[in-house]
């Protein structure tokens, strides 16, 4: 099933900080981050694990709260480079099948 | 090293006409994934490769659309008498292999557009 990403997009100044959340309905074994700039590629910024630490990428760090079944994604001190979709992928496998379905995404415009 | 590549990046077609598009991924990686995005929406996911087989076909949107891949590398998707619906962006990614712990990489995409 596909992850629930909120919020569905997010208008930042430079500087300011934004958290995208991503919530599953079924258990999360791992959640993984992309960022795709208009017209490009998505980009991996970085997978959190179950039982693992929080990780960071530049001024973007994200938790992982496996009770709760959701990821958050932090960005802290915005620059005008973090600006792009933003999709959590939730992996699931099971007999003999494996996909990583990803959120709709969160849009995020940072202006100066 | 090289990225993963797909080709033709822009497609063109006509309605009922067949298309294949390609993808070359990472040297090594064992495996590789097809998505779909439509015009300003997430992606979806159509298929995965580990090696040559694909365990679970149910991601494609109808029997028109197939995929193969040899050699444990290029792949192809086809999609037989294309409709208009089918225009979006095909996104190929690769990973190291089939594991919630390998990171994707995507392919800058082939944009198919039916008219």
């Known amino acids: 099933q596909q992850p629930v990403q909120s919020p569905q997009a997010v208008i930042l100044r430079e500087g300011e900080d934004a958290v995208i959340n991503c919530s599953s309905s079924?258990?999360?074994?791992?959640v993984h981050w992309y960022r795709q700039k208009h017209g490009e590629a998505p980009v991996f910024l970085m997978i959190?694990?179950?039982?693992?630490e929080q990780k960071g990428h530049e001024k973007i760090s994200a938790s992982f709260n496996e009770k709760k079944q959701q990821s958050s994604l932090y960005l802290t001190a915005s620059q005008l480079s973090y600006s792009g979709t933003y999709f959590c992928?939730?992996?699931?496998?099971?007999?003999?099948?494996?996909?990583?379905?990803f959120g709709k995404g969160t849009k995020l415009s940072v202006i100066p | 090293g090289a990225g993963v590549s797909q080709s033709p990046s822009n497609k063109v077609t006509e309605k009922g006409k067949d298309v294949e598009l390609r993808c070359d991924p990472i040297?090594?990686?064992?495996?590789l994934y097809w998505y779909r995005q439509s015009l300003g929406q997430g992606l979806e996911f159509l298929i995965y490769?580990?090696?040559?087989?694909?365990?679970?076909k149910s991601g494609l949107p109808s029997d028109r659309f197939s995929a193969e891949r040899t050699g444990g590398s290029v792949s192809t998707l086809t999609i037989q008498r294309t409709q208009q619906e089918d225009s979006a962006v095909y996104l190929c990614?690769?990973?190291?292999?089939?594991?919630?712990?390998?990171?994707?990489?995507f392919g800058n995409g082939t944009r198919l557009t039916v008219t």
């Open positions: 990614a690769s990973s190291l292999g089939v594991s919630t712990h390998s990171p994707l990489h």
């Open positions: 079924k258990a999360l074994y791992s």
């Open positions: 959190l694990l179950k039982g693992g």
């Open positions: 992928g939730t992996p699931y496998s099971g007999a003999g099948s494996y996909q990583l379905t």
């Open positions: 040297s090594g990686h064992t495996a």
């Open positions: 490769f580990q090696g040559n087989s694909a365990p679970d």
